[in-house]
């Protein structure tokens, strides 16, 4: 029995996704972000004026806050979030509605226009400090030096990773939403035959950058028994940050096993293990930190992800599916949204929402932001029935 928590109160009762590409020349950032906002009001059954909760991130470095869209929305009287868009978000807005601060808010972000010198790797990934910028470090070189590490002291080998990779990325090949849609179908072949670009990380393992929006609304469990089902229930979630990201490397003695706390924190709220999970809607920049986080939520024991991952157990008809939709590798990658389109994945899981890359019977499904390399974890466990 999980401890009585007031976010066992809150229900997600619409999420949408807009339409998702590389590029999306004829749309702004402001344009995507709306959009969402609209299709998930529209989604869950609510109006504009429904809405006193607010949270949005519009852009890189957000030119528009959750200012501007509460004005977009009407100008009604509304807390405000101050979290990132994403899990953090989430777990903000549902302590809130607890709390009784409000009682229906919507969550947003969208980008696009952003990654425009193409020839370079994303802007984001290319942090200007001392630290890291003379020597050359980026974003994936820094979750190489965490997977090398793993792999020199557990033998992981580049074709469980590449089973990590190529498994994501055939959940997007089916995925009629996803930017690579038909793409595939993709082998550990494929993945490992694609050109280095931060050894042991091939393209084919590393995310993608594209450009998109997303909406996410959530309100008490008593106001969701009034509008269409069915929707997702809060059961538990936490936070773990131990440092700035991207500003050092990262060390796997220390940041090895980054959301450990978090994963242990948001299973007990819920009353869970990771036996009880249906889906991993895990954070998926590079292959390995998939293997990492199974082991540093205890799916598995410290050194056993790599096996862990193989024999079909991430695939839809597996134990624990992995990142249904396609993820950052396949699905879409545009800035902070990609965040929210984690829980959105979860929640339409549960909702039975996802078409053809649906898992039957979900009941609970774990979504993550976050990674070693980042120095932080988010977790947030989502549930097909309240928590009792």
Same mark, same amino acid.
Request: aromatic fraction near 8%; hydrophobic fraction near 40%; glycine fraction near 12%.
């Given at each position: 029995?999980?401890?009585?928590?007031?976010?066992?109160?809150?229900?997600?009762?619409?999420?949408?996704?807009?339409?998702?590409?590389?590029?999306?020349?004829?749309?702004?950032?402001?344009?995507?972000?709306?959009?969402?906002?609209?299709?998930?009001?529209?989604?869950?059954?609510?109006?504009?004026?429904?809405?006193?909760?607010?949270?949005?991130?519009?852009?890189?470095g957000a030119q528009f806050t959750a200012f501007h869209i509460n004005y977009l929305l009407g100008g009604n009287p509304s807390w405000m979030g101050t979290q990132r868009?994403?899990?953090?978000?989430?777990?903000?807005?549902?302590?809130?509605?607890?709390?009784?601060?409000?009682?229906?808010?919507?969550?947003?972000?969208?980008?696009?226009?952003?990654?425009?010198?193409?020839?370079?790797?994303?802007?984001?990934?290319?942090?200007?400090?001392?630290? #890291?910028?003379?020597?050359?470090? $980026?974003?994936?070189?820094? %979750?190489? =030096? /965490?997977?090398?590490?793993?792999?020199? !002291?557990?033998?992981?080998?580049?074709?469980?990773?590449?089973?990590?990779?190529?498994?994501?990325?055939?959940?997007?090949?089916?995925?009629?939403?996803?930017?690579?849609?038909?793409?595939?179908?993709?082998?550990?072949?494929?993945?490992?035959?694609?050109?280095?670009?931060?050894?042991?990380?091939?393209?084919?393992?590393?995310?993608?950058?594209?450009?998109?929006?997303?909406?996410?609304?959530?309100?008490?469990?008593?106001?969701?028994?009034?509008?269409?089902?069915?929707?997702?229930?809060?059961?538990?979630?936490?936070?773990?940050?131990?440092?700035?990201?991207?500003?050092?490397?990262?060390?796997?003695?220390?940041?090895?096993?980054?959301?450990?706390?978090?994963?242990?924190?948001?299973?007990?709220?819920?009353?869970?293990?990771?036996?009880? #999970?249906?889906?991993?809607?895990? $954070?998926?920049?590079?292959? %390995?930190? =998939? /293997?990492?986080?199974?082991?540093?939520? !205890?799916?598995?024991?410290?050194?056993?992800?790599?096996?862990?991952?193989?024999?079909?157990?991430?695939?839809?008809?597996?134990?624990?599916?992995?990142?249904?939709?396609?993820?950052?590798?396949?699905?879409?990658?545009?800035?902070?949204?990609?965040?929210?389109?984690?829980?959105?994945?979860?929640?339409?899981?549960?909702?039975?929402?996802?078409?053809?890359?649906?898992?039957?019977?979900?009941?609970?499904?774990?979504?993550?932001?976050?990674?070693?390399?980042?120095?932080?974890?988010?977790?947030?466990?989502?549930?097909?029935?309240?928590?009792?």
């Amino acid at each position: 029995m999980a401890p009585a928590n007031s976010m066992h109160d809150v229900a997600i009762v619409g999420a949408y996704n807009t339409p998702q590409a590389r590029v999306l020349p004829d749309k702004s950032s402001l344009d995507v972000t709306v959009d969402a906002i609209r299709g998930a009001l529209a989604d869950a059954g609510l109006q504009a004026a429904d809405i006193n909760g607010v949270n949005a991130n519009v852009g890189l470095g957000a030119q528009f806050t959750a200012f501007h869209i509460n004005y977009l929305l009407g100008g009604n009287p509304s807390w405000m979030g101050t979290q990132r868009p994403g899990v953090p978000a989430v777990l903000e807005a549902a302590s809130a509605i607890g709390a009784g601060m409000c009682d229906t808010v919507v969550l947003a972000a969208g980008q696009t226009g952003t990654y425009a010198e193409r020839a370079k790797t994303a802007p984001w990934t290319r942090p200007a400090n001392e630290f #890291v910028e003379c020597w050359g470090l $980026y974003t994936a070189a820094e %979750f190489a =030096l /965490i997977a090398r590490r793993h792999m020199y !002291e557990y033998g992981t080998t580049p074709e469980q990773l590449a089973e990590v990779a190529a498994t994501i990325r055939n959940h997007g090949h089916t995925n009629p939403e996803a930017v690579y849609h038909g793409r595939g179908p993709f082998t550990r072949d494929d993945i490992l035959n694609s050109r280095m670009i931060a050894d042991p990380y091939h393209l084919l393992d590393c995310a993608m950058t594209s450009e998109g929006g997303a909406a996410l609304i959530l309100t008490t469990v008593e106001r969701a028994k009034e509008l269409p089902g069915p929707h997702a229930y809060i059961l538990g979630g936490a936070m773990e940050r131990m440092g700035p990201s991207y500003v050092m490397a990262p060390v796997w003695e220390k940041y090895g096993y980054v959301g450990r706390r978090s994963a242990r924190t948001a299973f007990a709220m819920a009353g869970l293990t990771p036996q009880d #999970v249906d889906v991993c809607e895990f $954070y998926d920049p590079f292959s %390995f930190e =998939l /293997i990492r986080q199974f082991e540093a939520f !205890e799916f598995c024991g410290e050194g056993e992800g790599g096996p862990f991952v193989m024999d079909g157990r991430i695939h839809l008809d597996g134990q624990f599916p992995l990142v249904t939709n396609g993820g950052t590798m396949s699905f879409s990658h545009p800035g902070v949204a990609q965040m929210l389109q984690k829980v959105i994945s979860g929640a339409d899981q549960i909702r039975g929402r996802m078409g053809p890359v649906q898992v039957p019977d979900v009941g609970v499904a774990m979504c993550t932001n976050g990674g070693a390399a980042a120095l932080f974890m988010e977790v947030l466990l989502l549930g097909r029935e309240a928590a009792a």
